[in-house]
């Protein structure tokens, strides 16, 4: 949905007014299936692009913490820990995201996601796969150090003794994608324009292919002004909200599981 609103000139029939409108409009006219379509490449690259994100990210957190503010929490710690997590993050998902996007577009021409690849790889290269990735990581940058900093925040303030405590963990996860999301809304449109290089879109451009980040932010706003840039916001924060919740919620309680398990096998000695 999020993929599909965010398109800058939408063929007639992909043109929707809201969610549920695109939601309901999709399941009918291109079957109940077709909102889940990329899920196997998106959780293809998920796998380990997490395992990256949240071990830098705990490793990073807690060495700078102890520099910035020995003992306690440091935001900018947080911050600065999501954000070089992201680096590591980005470059595993980055190519799983394109084909996942090239595959959600209306009437993509792809079918699976390996005649996706093929095409691309023949017709593009492989620096296509990378194409968004300078753009994603200035979005991603920023919502991660929003993100995480929310989150911590929020966890200091629902619980302050940083427990394992499920419900803090999924509305501190959840308000803090909210926010991130909202306030990264304009990158992601440009990162999508980028990762599906919209043939109408193109139309607008001199060259006729959009690289980079200036030049998609010039073209976004010569086809849809600055309302544009907030193309797919609702979208994007429903997304956002729980994915998030689901990521901290699973991570915090394996985490916990692990950190229990430790404890108990000293206990043991």
Request: charged share 15%; with cysteine.
């Amino acid at each position: 949905l999020q993929t599909r609103m965010q398109s800058l000139q939408p063929e007639p029939a992909a043109r929707y007014r809201n969610v549920l409108e695109a939601l309901w409009r999709i399941a009918r006219t291109e079957g109940v299936w077709r909102p889940m379509r990329g899920m196997n490449i998106t959780a293809t690259g998920a796998g380990p692009a997490h395992a990256l994100y949240f071990a830098c990210y705990e490793k990073l957190k807690k060495t700078l913490s102890d520099v910035i503010h020995a003992g306690g929490n440091s935001h900018v710690a947080n911050g600065a820990a999501g954000c070089v997590a992201t680096l590591l993050h980005d470059a595993a998902m980055n190519p799983a995201e394109v084909v996942k996007q090239r595959m959600q577009m209306y009437n993509s021409p792809y079918q699976r996601v390996t005649d996706c690849v093929r095409a691309v790889w023949r017709n593009e290269g492989a620096g296509a796969f990378y194409r968004s990735y300078t753009t994603q990581l200035t979005m991603n940058i920023p919502f991660q150090a929003i993100h995480f900093m929310t989150y911590e925040f929020l966890q200091e303030q629902l619980n302050p003794h940083r427990q394992y405590n499920p419900g803090s963990h999924v509305v501190s996860g959840a308000c803090a994608g909210a926010v991130a999301a909202a306030a990264t809304t304009p990158l992601d449109v440009c990162k999508t324009l980028l990762n599906t290089q919209e043939s109408l879109a193109l139309s607008s451009n001199i060259s006729g292919h959009i690289t980079g980040m200036a030049n998609a932010f010039r073209t976004v706003y010569q086809v849809g002004g600055v309302t544009a840039y907030f193309r797919g916001v609702q979208a994007r924060v429903i997304y956002q909200m729980p994915s998030t919740a689901i990521a901290w919620s699973v991570y915090e309680f394996f985490k916990y599981i692990l950190t229990k398990r430790q404890e108990e096998r000293r206990a043991g000695k």
